[in-house]
């Protein structure tokens, strides 16, 4: 197969291509794709300028072959549309009515500890209520210039949570060392029975969301929040018992200032992940350079380069690549094998590749300035 792989390209890595027009000259590949379009199991193919992240560089026609797959799999993405948003609303009635609850008892009893716990519990509703509007979201298709949809809208909400939670951590942090400082009279009976109180309404809390997708960042976080909300009142209990019995007003302040350290980690760890997405990092459980070179085993190919990972949102991790293959390589054959392996070893199911003979691609006239480390075979 001496010929070039063909004129047919896909558009970005959604899956909503427009058409364009062929290239002259190719009718052997025009009848070969058409053919294969109507195949069981083909993968669609449409006609832009250097479909993939390569259309990013507004780079111009190459002849290059793409292939675009959503491979059938079994995890769910992020916050979708068939979420059942019922477990999430009672999750949020338990936390938002206890948190009221909180409030008004840590005012009377003097008590940071509960203020604390109920600011904690504020995030979490929050990043409840935000995946229950990305829930809305999702059903919402992606049109015009939002090729992706609003998928991301949960990424940014996780974060605003994580900043929130840092600065309600560092004021919370600056009371309690105030208050370790002048301690005021703090009602221990009163701060003891609200947090066996708060025990039990967080394990009720998680309990809902775990029967929720938690594939969601918006919905883990608020899970692992309420975990966190459960030792920490675990803690407030005991500072209520020693304030009682032992008459040690500080202890309060102290049970404040561990909230605060778990409101920072789970903070900096919502904005660490969701910075990673915004960045468009690689995924923390897939290696670049790992994929790149498991493709170029993969035989006839003898070079990757322009190798992306990245993810759309929670759980949508997506890859695209320019793929070259030796030139009695069949591209469509090699990219189906490829495609085959992403999915396998990576769990890879939404891909953009762009196939070329490397005898039809010489020196760097491909590609200019390619985006990455060069794997070769």
């Known amino acids: 197969m001496g010929e070039r792989c063909g004129a047919a390209r896909t558009t970005a890595a959604d899956g909503q291509g427009a058409h364009g027009a062929p290239e002259a000259g190719h009718d052997r590949d025009e009848a070969r794709a058409h ?13 832009t300028a250097h479909g993939g992240d390569h259309g990013r560089r507004g780079g111009g026609t190459h002849g290059h072959r793409h292939g675009h797959t959503h491979a059938a799999h079994g995890h769910d993405h992020g916050v979708g549309a068939d979420s059942d948003p019922r477990w999430l609303g009672i999750a949020l009635a338990l936390i ?14 003097q008590s940071l500890a509960l203020i604390t716990d109920a600011a904690h519990m504020l995030t979490d509703a929050a990043a409840i209520v935000l995946a229950l509007v990305a829930i809305r979201l999702a059903r919402r ?14 990424i940014l909400s996780a974060q605003a949570n994580g900043v929130t939670l840092l600065l309600l951590a560092a004021f919370f942090v600056y009371e309690g060392i105030h208050r370790l400082i002048e301690p005021p009279d703090v009602a221990g009976p009163l701060v003891l029975i609200t947090a066996v109180a708060g025990i039990v309404i967080n ?10 997708n938690r594939t969601s960042l918006n919905v883990e976080g608020a ?60 995924p923390a459980h897939l290696d670049p350079d790992h994929i790149g070179a498991r493709i170029c085993a993969i035989p006839r190919v003898t070079e990757v380069h322009d190798l992306h990972v ?39 199911a939404h891909t953009t590749l762009q196939l070329d003979h490397a005898a039809d691609c010489p020196g760097d006239r491909h590609c200019t300035g390619p985006h990455g480390p060069t794997h070769r075979s």
């Open 35 to 47: 053919d294969a379009a109507h195949a069981p199991g083909h993968d669609h193919s449409s006609g």
């Open 96 to 109: 938002v009515g206890f948190m009221a609850v909180e409030v008004v008892v840590g005012i009377l009893a």
């Open 141 to 154: 298709p992606a049109a015009g210039r939002y090729t992706y949809g609003y998928k991301r809208a949960e």
């Open 203 to 212: 394990i009720a809390a998680a309990w809902c969301i775990s029967h929720a």
């Open 223 to 282: 899970f692992q929040h309420i975990l966190n909300d459960m030792y920490a009142f675990i803690g407030t209990a005991v500072a209520g018992a020693v304030v009682w019995l032992a008459g040690y007003p500080r202890a309060d302040a102290i049970a404040a200032l561990i909230v605060a350290a778990l409101m920072i980690k789970a903070g900096w760890s919502l904005v660490r992940e969701s910075g990673r997405i915004f960045l468009e990092a690689a």
């Open 310 to 348: 990245w993810t759309i949102t929670s759980g949508e991790p997506s890859l695209s690549a320019h793929v070259l293959v030796d030139d009695a390589a069949d591209c469509h054959a090699v990219r189906k094998q490829i495609e085959t392996t992403l999915l396998a070893d990576f769990d890879l």
